[in-house]
């Protein structure tokens, strides 16, 4: 019922109301967290983080500032897989890295993993640059697949079975600008 939501759990934006499901102070001690993590999991070597479009737009910018290592950005704009046409290993890149793969630690940050199939359709593809290491870092994980991406290192937190919006996360492109994550009711 909803009198089971207290008050302070409720915002509204964008004319619907959004239950807070992880706090802006929550994904700060998260991100604050990741980043020392990834700080000391490559002591060196060349350190490519690579933040798919648009949703990890926050998370990455955040992310980055928590990482105390040298490092370069870019981003990786996926085609979406809606149309059920794009077969597995065969993703078509919208945007693609300026920068050559070849001998970096590649680092993808994504949103949120839901189906996984986005970020198996990626993990299928990029290693035919020849990284020197793949891994993924991801805010959210929906822990759908039977079994997790082996490549699959930093979770910020287990999601939800809801729809989750707010820190880069949209609804029909609403609602990536809150500073929260919440699901909206
Ligand atoms: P997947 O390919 O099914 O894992 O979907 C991943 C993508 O779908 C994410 O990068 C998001 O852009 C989007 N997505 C999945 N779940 C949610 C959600 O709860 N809120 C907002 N976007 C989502
Ligand atoms: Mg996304």
């Known amino acids: 019922m909803s009198s089971a939501i207290s008050p302070e759990m409720l915002r509204?934006?964008?004319?619907?109301?959004?239950r807070i499901v992880f706090s802006e102070a929550t994904i700060a001690?998260?991100?604050?967290?990741?980043?020392?993590?990834?700080t000391a999991?490559?002591?060196d070597g060349d350190l490519l983080v690579l933040g798919l479009l648009k949703g990890s737009?926050?998370?990455?910018?955040?992310?980055?500032?928590?990482?105390?290592r040298p490092l370069h950005v870019d981003f990786l704009v996926a085609s979406s897989y809606g149309s059920g046409t794009v077969s597995s290993g065969n993703v078509r890149?919208?945007?693609d890295p300026e920068t050559p793969l070849e001998g970096k630690h590649i680092l993808l940050v994504e949103?949120?993993?839901?189906?996984?199939?986005?970020?198996?359709?990626?993990?299928?593809?990029l290693p035919e640059r020849n990284p020197a290491?793949?891994?993924?870092?991801?805010?959210?994980?929906?822990?759908?697949?039977p079994e997790p991406l082996p490549e699959l290192r930093w979770v910020g937190f287990p999601a939800p079975p809801a729809f989750l919006v707010g820190y880069g996360l949209d609804h029909a492109e609403d609602f990536r600008h809150l500073p929260f994550i919440g699901d909206l009711i």
Request: proline share 2%.
């Open 12 to 18: 509204r934006a964008g004319g619907r109301e959004i």
């Open 29 to 38: 001690d998260k991100v604050k967290e990741l980043g020392a993590a990834i």
């Open 41 to 43: 999991a490559y002591p």
């Open 57 to 68: 737009f926050i998370f990455l910018s955040d992310l980055v500032r928590q990482i105390d």
């Open 93 to 95: 890149l919208l945007y």
């Open 111 to 125: 949103d949120i993993i839901d189906s996984g199939r986005t970020m198996q359709r990626l993990l299928a593809i």
């Open 133 to 145: 290491s793949l891994t993924v870092c991801a805010l959210l994980d929906k822990q759908l697949l």
